[in-house]
């Protein structure tokens, strides 16, 4: 500590601190050149970041350890104690507070000359921290959404048979890029974390552009922008005047121009273009990385060998997805079992990538092998026990649909009974708290019907309140009108009517 003393230490400009009204929450945003903990999100007390806003000052760490005795009426070598938790730590460390850990993310406080050319001191008020009470347990932020994504189009250049979104709904009028613009704004004001932009296709919106422009001026734009359209010149240069510095993602399943027409349904000219266009998309000095969806059209070695030899031929791609083909709400059950490849098609798939694909790359392969973990009609005690990420809606998100509909999922669409506001004439304060967001946080007993094994289950309180559900799962298990039926990962769930998880065994002979 006796060296550190003279030096500054500061707040990690990657990490925002925001008052949540009974807790603080402290989150991260994409900061080139600064480590961090990256997609973080936590509730920390009042104190303790009351005690973080003072790094946010031109001041030598012993200055702040004097000021901080002063201010919390302790002395100073009791300062210096509590302030080494969070000094430059390696990795996550936590504090234990009325028996419950309050997690705080890897280099909290690091040296000034570490935070980057472009950082400016923040200067954060310890008063705005002030919570009269407090509360550490629930979920849902009382402040308004840490997350907001807006749907700009349900066009598309592509039509794949396994899209999850729901593109043939007709849109007549799309959200007014002036009122887009001034959501946006209330969201910084908020301290959103990002703003995503999603289709369809984000680029057939027509001010794309001014929208994207202003996210990365505000600091809120999303961590990436996921596309199928050919790039040329002229959209990566519109791209670039925005001054967008985050990732770009390209969804491209195979290089195979039969393959691509058969699932995508495009012309014979669109593989020539993808083709094209990332090769110019790898010269242009965006980071990058290809997604490909496997599906029945590509779950096959020679496909896959043959995409990979192509990407090999790219200089600067970054980073390889690759997941299996998901149930979509908008793709017919029947169609969904014709597009799925069978566990072992996949697990045989996966296992050639992994032994002869990926100790050859020169970039990074993630393969999503969450089918290999499925547990589905298993947990026991209610939605806060399931297995993978808690679910944002209602939590953390909200979705603006193209006409300005606001749902709290983005694989939801407008199925009614998630619809919540109208973001035309409601700002976002406004629809975070409506009569029917509300509703969905409040559902009683006497709203579920019977069918559901919900409406009788000893654990519905704390299952519902817990908020933890995933609804567009649920109605892909058992109908869009079942919304209200266990969710196919509760023990109590009944056999699915729609089958979502990968056929156990292969449909047809395997290509490998």
């Not at 007390?45 to 790094?55: C, D, Y």
């Not at 552009?209 to 240069?237: C, H, M, N, Q």
């Not at 299952?463 to 567009?472: A, E, I, T």
């Amino acid at each position: 500590m006796l060296q550190r003393k003279n030096h500054i230490y500061v707040l990690n400009p990657s990490y925002v601190l925001r008052n949540d009204v009974h807790r603080i929450v402290l989150f991260s945003r994409i900061r080139f050149g600064v480590d961090c903990s990256k997609d973080w999100q936590s509730f920390i007390h009042p104190i303790q970041a009351i005690l973080l806003s003072f790094f946010t000052y031109d001041r030598t760490l012993q200055e702040n350890i004097e000021m901080l005795a002063n201010f919390f009426h302790r002395d100073a070598a009791y300062m210096e104690r509590v302030l080494d938790l969070y000094l430059e730590n390696e990795s996550s460390v936590y504090t234990i507070w009325n028996g419950q850990k309050i997690l705080f993310p890897k280099r909290i406080l690091i040296r000034k000359e570490d935070a980057g050319i472009d950082f400016q001191f923040r200067r954060l008020n310890p008063n705005d921290f002030v919570c009269k009470k407090l509360d550490l347990l629930s979920r849902r932020l009382y402040s308004g959404p840490l997350l907001l994504t807006f749907m700009l189009t349900n066009k598309c250049v592509t039509h794949c048979k396994y899209c999850y979104a729901d593109t043939k709904t007709k849109v007549r009028h799309l959200l007014p890029v002036s009122r887009i613009l001034t959501l946006i704004r209330e969201a910084a004001d908020l301290q959103v974390q990002q703003v995503a932009l999603i289709g369809g296709e984000v680029f057939l919106y027509p001010d794309w552009e001014i929208i994207l422009k202003e996210l990365v001026w505000r600091d809120i734009a999303p961590e990436y922008l996921s596309t199928k359209i050919p790039f040329t010149g002229d959209l990566l240069g519109r791209l670039r005047k925005t001054g967008y510095r985050h990732t770009i993602q390209v969804s491209l399943d195979a290089i195979s121009t039969s393959v691509l027409q058969e699932s995508l349904q495009v012309s014979n000219k669109y593989r020539q273009n993808m083709e094209h266009g990332l090769r110019l998309l790898d010269q242009s000095g965006f980071d990058y990385q290809v997604s490909t969806v496997v599906s029945t059209y590509n779950c096959d070695c020679h496909v896959l060998t043959d995409l990979f030899r192509f990407l090999l031929t790219l200089e600067h791609l970054s980073e390889w997805r690759i997941v299996p083909v998901s149930n979509s709400l908008h793709v017919s059950p029947e169609e969904m079992e014709k597009i799925k490849p069978s566990y072992d098609e996949l697990d045989g798939l996966f296992d050639y990538i992994q032994e002869f694909i990926v100790p050859a790359s020169p970039f990074t392969i993630l393969l999503n092998e969450s089918f290999r973990k499925q547990k589905f009609h298993q947990t026991d005690g209610g939605s806060r026990y399931f297995e993978g990420s808690n679910c944002s809606a209602l939590n953390t998100h909200l979705f603006i649909l193209p006409d300005g509909q606001v749902t709290i999922c983005e694989q939801l669409y407008w199925h009614p009974v998630f619809i919540v506001d109208n973001a035309t004439i409601s700002n976002l304060k406004k629809i975070w708290n409506s009569p029917h967001s509300l509703r969905l946080l409040r559902l009683t007993r006497q709203e579920i019907q019977k069918a559901s094994a919900c409406k009788s289950c000893v654990l519905f309180n704390s299952c519902y309140q817990y908020q933890n559900r995933c609804w567009s799962d649920i109605m892909k298990a058992y109908g869009i009108n079942c919304w209200d039926f266990p969710d196919p990962r509760c023990l109590k769930s009944p056999v699915m009517r729609n089958f979502i998880q990968i056929n156990p065994t292969s449909s047809a002979e395997s290509s490998i």
